[in-house]
């Protein structure tokens, strides 16, 4: 099983900082994507940012210049760095990775408990 773990969420006022850090765990084999979305009620889960083991960056329009994404592969972490923040960025920030179990020949996609961003106006 591939295992993700997000830390890092919390309460933060407007036009302030927070850093998401995400740790995938378990019998990886390889991993691809890794990012994050977020899930707001009534509302599907949304891209935020991802980042293939490539380098591709792809960000939601909304956080582009104010949100930076970067993992670290030998260690399966990734990080969001957020700033600048909105009362909209709020929600609960899932950490998404696309990997390969070891002794499987395929990719799945894998999501973590999810950590709450609140931003206060």
């Known amino acids: 099983q591939v295992h993700l773990e997000e830390s890092g969420g919390g309460l933060v006022q407007a036009g302030g900082s927070l850093r998401l850090s995400c740790v995938a765990s378990?019998?990886?084999?390889?991993?691809?994507?890794m990012g994050w979305f977020r899930q707001v009620p009534g509302k599907q889960r949304e891209l935020v940012a991802v980042?293939?083991?490539?380098?591709?960056?792809n960000y939601a329009e909304s956080v582009k210049g104010r949100f930076t994404i970067s993992r670290d592969n030998a260690k399966n972490t990734t990080d969001l760095q957020m700033n600048s923040l909105k009362p909209d960025d709020a929600g609960v920030y899932y950490c998404?990775?696309?990997?390969?179990?070891?002794?499987?020949?395929?990719?799945?996609?894998?999501w973590g408990q999810g950590t709450q961003v609140t931003v206060s106006s």
């Open positions: 998404y990775s696309n990997a390969r179990r070891s002794g499987w020949s395929g990719y799945a996609d894998y």
């Open positions: 980042l293939t083991s490539g380098g591709q960056q």
């Open positions: 378990g019998t990886i084999y390889a991993m691809d994507a």
